[in-house]
């Protein structure tokens, strides 16, 4: 999943995802397509963007931003597809309310409503779907938000996979947010508040078609107390935030290099991981930094308020374990190098292909 | 689709739809759940609400309410899985627009901004999305309202039916408006905008598995100008407006007649319904009266400003066909009666069963 590359071969793919338009030249969509990575980015900037362009649209971040009679909204939606639909730690209801709370908390707004639709394959289980709905109230009462709103469709057999969930959010944005990729600078830290790579490891474990046992559980969990509570602290000294979903944190890391047009060197040591997750991410030939995570954030601090921000993420469980994992340089522009615990340095790439499919 | 009952029947019907709360008792998700009449209406009332509870979501109506720093504001979500995905007149990328467009309209609401989630199928062809995301972009133009976020997830072949479409709306309540059906009160007339049933029946000759051809075309279009033309015509005066998609006209009347505890008389021969609607209905054994539309309201009006009303809409394109076609009374409380040509009524019953799935 990382390679070498000379700096000329760097350089072309910077030129390649920045400066020029991504275009899509499949002639059908794949299941790499929908991993997060640079299928999906193409799918996503070379066909889906391009028609529907709108300054809110190409941004590409987490959610819209609109103002309605001078209110700073977030709108946000996702489509949730996980496959099993129940996992340790979790359920395709769990993540569908929490997913989607956390693209808005990531962009600096409270939820404040969410939607619902429903798509189930003709023959689910009503107790099935009934668990679901019961996961989902539950993780919006913890999320403190409602759904005000929902659709059911019901599909013929063999046209779905029991049941899909698409959620979308409102936020309202906190006054102190001022929060784009553009606003990282170099000099900036960066925290991850939590173990990485749960997520997409229990989910992998829990298909069971692999012979390994650990235990694993999916982090979803709600972060809107965490982003409050770190733009409280920093206030518009926090530059930057990213759930670190489809992609993992390497992928977020990347977009925002790329984006930001800044170096990131990432302390590999420092990134924290469950032994176990380690355990089975080596096994599986799988780095854990490209792994899901569904209840751990990325953020992009002024280096005078790193120490704060980490207090306040550790004053909360869910950020408990946060740590300063890397720092933002001027060079190498567009790239995210790790330094190992051996010294060196490795370039961390985007993902490429499909190790993970249907994971949220 | 229309059956006698005796008082009584009609009686125990209405204590069994009004003041008890819905049971779902099945054990496994069927087409009928998904069709819009009452089956679903069990599934959403008696298995989906219940545990999500809130004011807003409690209403059922087209739209949720919410209020951000004072601003009202409505959010709408919908699920489409037509089938075929073009049919004459329009395609998924239309209706997924068109459709949420329409859900915030009859709320009283203008449409600010969209969202749109996509849920691929492995081997889709890269043009026929192409072609969706086209006609999105279209209709979001036409409707003059952006798509400001989105997600795109793909999942195995024969996990999906090549391309299912999510798209949530918000919108920005008119100040004019005050609708719910509790404020439809007798002595309302009640305009439908156009022609109906030509979507239905457009999507049933469209799969070509009847052996019957007629040129019949989706009437898929935005309804926004219609309604704040209508909230400007009529203010306060306008009670209440539905779009008439599953289940057509007579789940409307009968969600509103339940709703607001009056009975509608319907004039069926005022009922605009084109020629070959009505034939293609005739042939099927498919009454247009619950047959799904696209861009057709129904709108609750008080007595005195139906004639502005009907004048409102027939200067507007999407109005053109508009006709006053029912009148609300006190008597039968929760129930629609339709007034035949010849002089008799028959009770217009919501629909049961199944009889157009994924129309929509």
Redesign the interface.
């Known amino acids: 999943m990382t390679t070498q590359f000379t700096e000329d071969q760097v350089g072309e793919r910077i030129e390649q995802m920045r400066r020029r338009p991504q275009r899509?030249r499949?002639?059908?969509?794949?299941?790499a397509?929908?991993?997060g990575g640079k299928a999906?980015r193409a799918?996503?900037e070379g066909?889906?963007v391009p028609?529907?362009a709108?300054p809110?649209?190409e941004q590409l971040s987490d959610?819209?931003?609109?103002t309605?009679?001078?209110?700073r909204?977030a709108?946000?939606?996702?489509?949730?597809?996980v496959r099993p639909l129940r996992f340790p730690g979790g359920s395709i209801g769990d993540l569908a309310v929490n997913g989607t709370v956390n693209d808005l908390a990531v962009s600096g707004a409270r939820p404040?409503?969410l939607?619902?639709?429903?798509?189930?394959?003709?023959?689910?289980?009503?107790?099935v779907?009934?668990a679901e709905?019961?996961a989902?109230?539950d993780a919006?009462t913890r999320a403190g938000v409602?759904?005000?709103?929902?659709?059911?469709?019901?599909?013929?057999r063999?046209?779905?996979?029991q049941l899909?969930v698409?959620t979308?959010g409102?936020g309202?944005v906190h006054e102190a947010a001022d929060l784009s990729p553009q606003r990282v600078r170099p000099g900036d830290k960066v925290l991850v508040s939590g173990t990485i790579g749960d997520h997409g490891i229990a989910i992998l474990l829990a298909r069971g078609d692999l012979d390994l046992e650990a235990d694993v559980r999916s982090d979803t969990q709600p972060l809107w107390d965490l982003a409050e509570a770190l733009l409280g602290a920093c206030g518009a000294g926090l530059h930057c935030m990213r759930d670190a979903t489809r992609g993992g944190v390497a992928t977020v890391l990347n977009e925002i290099a790329l984006a930001a047009e800044v170096g990131i060197v990432l302390e590999e040591s420092r990134v924290p991981v469950r032994p176990e997750v380690a355990g089975a991410g080596e096994i599986l030939g799988i780095d854990p930094l490209y792994v899901a995570n569904e209840g751990k954030l990325v953020a992009f601090v002024a280096p005078d308020l790193a120490d704060a921000a980490l207090e306040t993420m550790r004053s909360l469980p869910s950020g408990a374990d946060a740590a300063i994992v890397a720092e933002v340089h001027e060079d190498p522009p567009g790239r995210v190098l790790g330094r190992t615990s051996f010294g060196g340095h490795r370039l961390i790439d985007m993902l490429v292909g499909d190790p993970l499919?249907?994971i949220c």
């Open positions: 899509f499949d002639d059908h969509i794949t299941m397509h929908g991993a999906s799918l996503v066909l889906v028609p529907l709108n809110a649209l959610a819209g931003a609109l309605v009679n001078g209110t909204l709108m946000t939606t996702d489509a949730y597809v404040v409503s939607s619902v639709a429903l798509i189930l394959e003709e023959g689910l289980a009503a107790d779907l009934r709905v019961q989902m109230a919006a409602p759904v005000v709103t929902g659709d059911t469709k019901v599909v013929e063999g046209k779905c996979d899909y698409v979308t409102i309202a499919p249907r």
